[in-house]
Structure formats: C-alpha cells, structure tokens
C-alpha cells in the first residue's frame, strides 16, 4: 500500500525546513507502506512469540502477560489489556471499514457484492458444520467459530506477492474478508460473551446516545469523542459483552462522507485565495489569519472523518497493535509429547478442517450456487481456479481466529491445541492458496505468450 496521498503531500512541505524529515521520516514511511511489510511484521511477531515460549527463558514469556497493570482504578493482565483495549482499536479501523465499503465501496453495489456476500456466508458455515460434526458434545465444542474467520491482513498480503493478478480478485477478496469480519463480529457478541451487567450495558447506550446527540448538532473536537469513547468502551468491558464490540459500534458511527467535494472546495478556495493576496498586499494580517483559518476548515472538510481517522491509526494498529496481539497470543509452549497430542485431538482437527478444506469449499460452493440461481455473477477475469485459490487464501485465520480462541477456551491444553492447529492451518492454507494462484498466473502468461505468437 502506498503512502496516503495526504500524508505524502505534508512530507512534501515538510522535506523543505527539516534534515530529520528527509532522511529518517520519509524513508520510514516510504518503508512501511511497502505491500507486505506489515503481514511480515505480524508473521515475525508470531514466531518470535514461537521462540520466546519454547526457549529456556520460557517462564518470562507468560509472566511478562500475566503481570497485572492498572490504569484508572480499572486492573487487568497486560494480555487483557491487549485483547481488550489495543484490539478494541484495531475493530475500530474495522468497523470504519466495514462502513465504507457498504456506503462508498465494493459491498456498497448489491449486484457485485452478492458474490463475495454469498461466498462469506458459505466460508463461515462450512467450516463451523465440520468443526462442529467433529466436536459435537466434546469439550472443544465451544471453539465452532474458530475455524470461520478470515485474517485480512494476511490473506491479501499473500494474494498482492503474486503477479498479474485480476484487481476484481482482489477485491473479491477484499469484500469476502469484509463481510466475514462482520459474521465473526456479530458471533463474538452474540456467543462469546458473558452474562449481561444491564446497568453497565445502559450507560453505554446512553453515552452512545449522548455521541449520536453531539455529531448532530455539529461538536467536532476530538478530545470529547475521545473521552466519550473510553467510557463506552468501559461500560462494555463491564456490561459482560467482549470490549471489541465498543470498537466496532464507534466506528459505525464515525461519518465517512466528505462534507466538501474537491470542485466546491476549488470554487470555494479560489475566491479565497483572491482575497488572500489582497489581504497580503494590504497589510492586513487579521483578515489574512482569518483566511487562514478558514482554508483550514475547508481542508477539513474534504476528508471524512473516517479518512482521516484511518489515516492517523492504521499504521499504528499496522506496526504496533498487531504485532503486540501476536507476540503475546502466539507463544505456544510445545511439550515432548505436545504434537503427538495433536494428532488425536478432536479440536485441532475440526480447525485445521475448517480453515483447509470447509472454507475453500463453503466459498466455491455458495459462489456457484448464486452464480447458478442468477443472484451473483462471476467477475470478469476471474476463473474458478482463481475463486478456488482465493478460498484457500481466506484459510487464513490467524488473527481474529487466534483471538476467537482465546474468548472460547481458558489457559489449558484446549486453549494451546486450538493456537497449534490455527497457526499450522493458516501456514497450509496461505502456501497452498500462493502455489495455486502462481500455477494459475503461469499458464496465463504461457497462453497470452501463445496468442501473440500465433
């Protein structure tokens, strides 16, 4: 992904007053808008957790997320506060997303999002029937909805490592991963949380309600949203409802239409610019900085709120959040006999399933039934192979299927056979979906080179 074209254009004026900015700052950015980058960040992060948890120093691993932290009276494990808070951001950026995409982008047209809607639908179900075929009054029969999500991140940085891909496969994709992340939202709160606390779950809809108030009638400073954002997240973490849920609720409300088009802003700015220089010309600094303040407003205005949010945070989440969420979740201790118990456990299997075979399966399988009754169709260059591919791809659990685990079970062996098999099936499903998407980008090259010649 490229540098935002805002970020960059501020660089730019930067590069011209400060020696820091041309040689740390924008080599940093111009690195880590790499594509890719952050996918390998993440895998990185997730085998140093490897490492770190089989190594002698072992016993640090789980201390250092054990270690209890208190900020404003409210006490929680270091691993709570990242699964709760830091990822609480990250669902944030994804219930931004998810909002775009419905309003402005693919999901937003009802006849090119059937497809990936219908897709998500059968890579969510498949999965969790076979699991659940598998586990059905065995313990693990909690984990069901391991097994049906998608990691994002991963899943399109392994598609964008293979050339002359088709853009509509990508966003296929990207759409597929959109609408899965709403299934597992909606499964966390439904399934995975504890007993409602209605006091607690009042006084979040009513700060909820106080936010909806103050957007209307125009409040735009940040701070106050801010705060207000805090205590929504912590009437939910009390209400009994996972804390991400917070997340995802604020980001629907986050505004992602512009308030100022970019042909009335140049109208509007014009005019201004005039008045500018003349302001300039005659000394007069008070209607200059008036201006100034206003070609500030106007600028503003330009960007959704939820451009410019994402903007400021996905790196962060990207390079941080991530990153931390998988250092600290990824560390599975192995035994001697840790992988033998592997082989027989039921809920390592159903996941491995699930993420390998139920979701490339559900995927293709519902795609060729809307195809088949004419609810959807299929892109144009993108052939079935290529569909088969993406549903290997979208195997790729790890994040939010690593996290699911971890609101399923309690430290124990469950917990660390469904980390096994989620990072060993998401391993499989990532080299067989790259392997099946480059033999495919092959034999199209081979023939586009065949036709030429002919």
């Known amino acids: 992904m490229p540098i935002p074209p805002r970020t960059h254009g501020a660089l730019q004026i930067k590069l011209r007053e400060s020696l820091l900015t041309r040689t740390v700052v924008l080599p940093i950015q111009r690195f880590i808008h790499i594509q890719g980058i952050s996918s390998f960040l993440l895998l990185a992060a997730a085998i140093a957790a490897l490492a770190w948890a089989n190594s002698p120093w072992r016993d640090s691993y789980h201390h250092v997320w054990e270690m209890e932290l208190t900020l404003s009276k409210l006490r929680l494990p270091v691993h709570d506060w990242i699964n709760d808070a830091l990822m609480a951001i990250f669902f ?128 735009k400073q940040p701070i106050i949203y801010s705060l207000l954002g805090v205590g929504v997240w912590v009437a939910i973490l009390r209400s009994g409802l996972h804390a991400t849920i917070a997340g995802v609720i604020l980001g629907f409300m986050v505004p992602t239409t512009r308030g100022l088009s970019m042909s009335d802003f140049q109208e509007i700015a014009s005019d201004m610019l005039d008045r500018f220089r003349t302001a300039l010309s005659d000394g007069d600094d008070k209607t200059a900085e008036h201006l100034l303040g206003a070609f500030e407003e106007l600028i503003q205005g330009t960007e959704s709120a939820a451009e410019r949010l994402t903007r400021l945070l996905e790196d962060w989440v990207a390079f941080l959040v991530l990153p931390l969420f998988a250092l600290s979740n990824a560390g599975v201790t192995f035994s001697a006999g840790a992988f033998g118990d592997l082989l027989t456990s039921r809920l390592a299997w159903g996941i491995i399933l699930g993420l390998v075979v139920g979701k490339p399966v559900g995927i293709v399988a519902f795609s060729w039934l809307a ?66 998407l480059r033999v495919r980008a092959k034999s199209d090259t081979i023939e586009t080179t065949v036709d030429r010649g002919a």
């Open 92 to 219: 944030f950026l994804v219930g931004m997303e998810i909002k775009h995409e419905i309003k402005h982008g693919a999901l937003a047209d009802v006849r090119r999002a059937a497809l990936p809607l219908f897709a998500a639908v059968g890579g969510m179900l498949v999965p969790a029937l076979l699991f659940t075929l598998l586990n059905k009054g065995k313990v693990g029969e909690h984990g069901w909805a391991i097994p049906m999500a998608t990691d994002i991140a991963f899943s399109l940085g392994v598609l964008s490592m293979v050339k002359g891909i088709s853009p509509n496969l990508k966003i296929f994709l990207l759409s597929l991963a959109i609408a899965d992340d709403i299934g597992a939202i909606a499964v966390i709160a439904l399934f995975y949380s504890g007993s409602l606390d209605r006091k607690s779950l009042f006084v979040a809809l009513l700060l909820l309600a106080v936010i909806f108030g103050i957007q209307k009638i125009g409040v």
């Open 371 to 436: 195809i088949r009754c004419r609810l959807a169709f299929l892109p144009s260059h993108v052939a079935w192979r290529q569909l088969f591919a993406v549903g290997l791809l979208a195997g790729i659990g790890f994040t939010v299927s690593i996290f699911i685990s971890s609101l399923a079970f309690d430290e124990g062996s469950q917990l660390l056979n469904a980390k096994t098999a989620v990072l060993c099936a998401s391993l499989v499903a990532g080299l067989l979906g790259y392997f099946t």
